[in-house]
Nanobody, 122 residues
Framework: QVQLVESGGGLVQAGGSLRLSCTAS???????QAWFRQAPGKERELVAR???????DYADSVKGRFTISKDKAKNTYYLEMNNLKPEDTAVYYC?????????????????WGQGTQVTVSS
């Protein structure tokens, strides 16, 4: 069973930066990986994802501010978040192993981290 352990969330002022990490269990590395977030009362939404071609795609709301990356040697994925805004406040989840049917649907991702809280104060 794949285990994903997230870290790096916290409280930051608007304009600040955070880097989230997601470490996968041994042998679980995949180039199909994504970060989702879920704010209170809202649906879980796709923030960024890695393609198998090693390209990346971002939600319009975070383009130019967030960067998704990976370190295969460490079995770890990252989400670098800069110029954070209060509307970025949410629980952020790491997802791995896409099963098809649409990248933006959480149901189509097989493995999930426990989530890490990001709070941006104004």
């Amino acid at each position: 069973q794949v285990q994903l352990v997230e870290s790096g969330g916290g409280l930051v002022q608007a304009g600040g930066s955070l880097r989230l990490s997601c470490t996968a269990s041994q042998g679980a590395f995949s180039y199909n990986q994504a970060w989702f977030r879920q704010a209170p009362g809202k649906e879980r939404e796709l923030v960024a994802r890695l393609f198998t071609t090693r390209e990346a795609d971002y939600a319009d709301s975070v383009k130019g501010r967030f960067t998704i990356s990976k370190d295969k040697a460490k079995n770890t994925y990252y989400l670098e978040m800069n110029n954070l805004k209060p509307e970025d406040t949410a629980v952020y989840y790491c997802a791995l192993n896409y099963d098809g049917g649409g990248y933006s649907r959480p149901d189509n991702w097989r493995d999930w981290g426990q989530g890490t809280q990001v709070t941006v104060s104004s």
